[in-house]
């Protein structure tokens, strides 16, 4: 079956701009999370949504970073006022239920200049 | 393609040799454990997990040891092939919480 999927593969913006990335989890998946990968590091977690619901989103870095999961679907993470240290691979996952394994997506590659 | 694998520990095996990376945990709760495979440019992939009732689980060519006592867990792959070249993540799990990566080691298999 279809895996996770993450548009755009890859995003160049401006210091300052607003960035959607938008993630299709596996269908039937409740569980969604959000992670962001530096280079040379493994995933640190963002945000995890049960339905269409945040359930953990205490490692969002600031109010600059929102998530939605409006229909219990589809993800958006949202980034306003992006800094070069948002430069980073943002990674999504899905999962049947919060207990079950974890599988990801390939990832969008944000880089801002 | 960026590479995952800059500054990261690295392990390097012949083609057909046994492979054993290993991953020091940090929390004494964490009850499920999960190796994860992330070729270049590519998302995470799911391997194998462990939890925290078993000491020893195995797939096909891989196997996962799990000690407690010392939180370390580890990695084995059976007659390493150069489609195995990645960089792999252990992971853990506390008891209704957040999964926690750990840094990643770098496979390199040698023709």
């Known amino acids: 079956g279809a895996g996770v999927s993450q548009t755009p593969s890859n995003k160049v913006t401006e210091k300052g701009k607003y960035v959607e990335l938008r993630c299709d989890p596996i269908?039937?998946?409740?569980?969604l999370y959000w992670y962001r990968q530096s280079l040379g590091q493994g995933p640190e977690f963002l945000i995890y949504?049960?339905?269409?619901?945040?359930?953990?989103d205490s490692g969002l870095p600031n109010d600059r970073f929102f998530a939605v999961r409006p229909e219990g679907s589809v993800s958006t993470l949202k980034i306003q006022r992006t800094e070069r240290g948002d430069s980073a691979v943002y990674l999504c996952?899905?999962?049947?239920?919060?207990?079950?394994?974890?599988?990801f997506g390939p990832g969008t590659r944000l880089l801002v200049l | 393609g960026e590479s995952v694998g800059l500054h990261l520990p690295t392990l390097s095996v012949q083609e057909g040799d046994n492979s054993i990376i290993n991953c020091a945990y940090s929390?004494?709760?964490?009850?499920?454990f999960i190796w994860y495979k992330q070729e270049s440019g590519k998302g995470p992939q799911f391997i194998i997990d462990?939890?925290?009732?078993?000491d020893k689980r195995q797939g096909q060519r891989v196997t996962v040891l799990l000690n407690k006592t010392v939180k370390h867990l580890s990695l084995q792959i059976a007659a390493t092939q150069p489609g195995d070249s990645a960089v792999y993540f252990c992971?853990?799990?506390?008891?209704?919480?957040?999964?926690?990566f750990g840094t990643g080691t770098k496979l390199q298999v040698i023709p």
């Open positions: 269908s039937g998946h409740t569980a």
């Open positions: 929390n004494s709760a964490s009850d499920y």
């Open positions: 949504f049960q339905g269409t619901g945040a359930a953990d």
């Open positions: 992971a853990e799990r506390p008891p209704h919480q957040k999964v926690t």
């Open positions: 462990i939890r925290s009732n078993m």
């Open positions: 996952a899905s999962s049947p239920t919060r207990s079950e394994t974890q599988y």
